[in-house]
Nanobody
Framework: QVQLVESGGGLVQPGGSLRLSCAAS????????IKWFRQAPGKEREGVSC????????YYTDSVKGRFTISRDNAKNTVYLQMNSLKPEDTAVYYC?????????????WGQGTQVTVSS
């Protein structure tokens, strides 16, 4: 049984921080690139960040550069997304996905998502 489970979402005020977790079971995430996506109501899904399976290279969409950090803990089979200086426009459901590379258009596994709400 292969599974990705996101956690760590919640309600936070603008300027605050959250750390999202993407925990894998049934497979070793080190063999996969792990991506974070987000989708707000009425908007298309947006790629947020990715960490490469090979050398750990990280990528970020422009709107989160300098604020978000993706990292990997192989011992815990988990990828994290540290989100700092959060803005209301960061509000969305955040999903993690496993793929062969950060550039893959197909994804082997998806999590169910975790809600992030940034509001006063």
């Amino acid at each position: 049984q292969v599974q990705l489970v996101e956690s760590g979402g919640g309600l936070v005020q603008p300027g605050g921080s959250l750390r999202l977790s993407c925990a894998a079971s049934g497979f070793t995430l080190d063999y996969y690139a792990i991506k974070w996506f987000r989708q707000a109501p009425g908007k298309e899904r947006e790629g947020v960040s990715c960490i490469s399976r090979s050398d750990g290279t990280t990528y970020y969409t422009d709107s989160v550069k300098g604020r978000f950090t993706i990292s990997r803990d192989n011992a815990k089979n988990t990828v994290y997304l540290q989100m700092n200086s959060l803005k209301p426009e960061d509000t969305a459901v955040y999903y993690c996905a496993a793929a062969r590379s950060c550039w893959a258009t197909e994804h082997d596994y998806w999590g169910q998502g975790t809600q992030v709400t940034v509001s006063s």
